[in-house]
């Protein structure tokens, strides 16, 4: 995929509407997912997706001949993430008072639990999106990026813009709290 | 190409702007690199020449004169270029290792001043240490032009980073103050040296990492940051 996202970048930069279009359906999936994973609402992914892909055509002057733009693109996708999650901790007090109810949560398949009716075990699906979502923010994108999009350590540690020892403690901190989340939840249950 | 369902149509405002879409030339790091290099060294001899050279010049060895040049144009340089060539493969450049390079470099600025050697005609703020922050406010201003023009060739290219690569763009655009303050200083006491010329560096790697992720970022990033605070409040 790697080669063909190159293609599609370099000749979207060039010029070509197109070569877009066809760049956001191959890119769009996974960073859809990796939003999804993060923010736990599809529609808010969506809309995130969006202003990253925006955020990329604005930035297309940056991207250099030869490149991979996946793990550029990422790197937008997780700004646009953080800045979403910095305005709603400003915002958490307004969001409070009014009446509109939660979204449907999404799963770690980046599907409402309505919208999917597959996959190994329901119960520990659900359990797992909720330890998911449990997690703080540094350790939920360590263990998003390299347990469930298989990044590796020093590519998600490039894209959260950390050191590659630091993407390792909050992704082993992350899973071990995720475990444990997940042990205590299913017992509980 | 199938259109993939799960995915969310594209906004209006971007449809629109793929409707008038103009070939945009990509990056050219080495390029940008060579350009950068060669008008910081312009612009440092013209400042060097406007705020004059300084009177012991001629008094104080050759070596340690040029070597020190050379050393301030490497913290220049080394970051900067760090900072604009690519990694293999990848849009960004080696931030990581800029950033240990434009410390290891502030630490060094710091602490070789106290072997500067002394003419008859040079200085000492010995006495009275802290008059001397003349240099300071100098060197940074100097800096702040290197700072806004390396910022506007990364815009874009570091999303995620920001904060550090603005800080070690503002270390090394430091090192153009210092190496200002080089020539024109005759102060020579390790302390002034300590302070004003390698702590300038510091203050000015601080200013930058504060304000630089401003520039660093492209005008529409911010505004809809800024659009989504008023929102929240």
């Known amino acids: 995929m790697p080669a063909d996202v190159k293609e599609l970048m370099q000749r979207y930069v060039g010029g070509d509407a197109s070569a877009f279009r066809d760049l956001y359906r191959v890119a769009g999936p996974p960073l859809l997912g990796y939003l999804t994973r993060l923010c736990g609402q599809k529609s808010l992914a969506d809309d995130l997706l969006q202003q990253t892909f925006m955020k990329v055509h604005r930035a297309r002057g940056a991207f250099v001949l030869g490149a991979d733009p996946m793990p550029w693109m990422y790197s937008i996708a997780h700004r646009t993430f953080l800045d979403e999650a910095r305005r709603r901790k400003r915002a958490k007090v307004n969001l409070s008072t009014t009446s509109e109810l939660p979204e449907v949560a999404a799963q770690i398949t980046g599907q409402t639990i309505e919208q999917s009716s597959q996959g190994p075990d329901p119960e520990l699906r659900d359990a797992a999106l909720l330890a998911l979502q449990q997690l703080p923010e540094a350790q939920r994108t360590a263990v998003v990026l390299t347990k469930l999009s298989g990044k590796s350590i020093s590519e998600a540690a490039d894209i959260a813009g950390i050191s590659v020892g630091a993407m390792k403690v909050r992704a082993h901190r992350g899973y071990e709290m995720l475990r444990k989340l997940l042990k205590g939840g299913l017992h509980g249950a | 190409m199938e259109p993939d369902a799960s995915l969310p149509p594209l906004s209006d405002e971007l449809t629109a702007e793929l409707a008038d879409l103009r070939p945009r030339g990509p990056r050219r790091p080495a390029r940008q690199l060579a350009w950068f290099v060669a008008s910081m060294v312009m612009y440092t001899i013209v400042v060097i020449f406007t705020v004059k050279l300084r009177v012991d010049w001629v008094e104080l060895p050759i070596w340690w004169q040029l070597g020190m040049a050379a050393l301030w144009l490497v913290g220049l340089a080394v970051p900067v270029g760090l900072l604009m060539l690519p990694a293999a493969g990848r849009v960004g450049g080696h931030w990581r290792s800029a950033s240990a390079i434009s410390i290891a470099m502030t630490v060094l600025f710091c602490a070789i001043g106290w072997f500067h050697p002394s003419g008859p005609s040079s200085f000492s703020y010995a006495d009275t240490p802290l008059h001397g922050h ?41 090192s153009i103050g210092g190496l200002v303050l080089h020539f024109h200083c005759r102060v020579t006491d390790g302390l002034h040296l300590l302070l004003f010329h390698g702590g300038m560096v510091a203050v000015a790697s601080f200013i930058v990492a504060v304000v630089g992720p401003l520039l660093l970022d492209l005008p529409w990033n911010y505004r809809q940051r800024s659009r989504g605070s008023k929102a929240a409040s």
């Open chain 2, 134 to 174: 003349g240099c300071m406010q100098m060197g940074l201003g100097i800096a702040m032009v290197p700072s806004i023009v390396v910022a506007f060739l990364l815009r874009g290219v570091y999303p995620t980073t920001s904060r550090v690569v603005a800080a070690s763009i503002g270390a090394a655009a430091g």
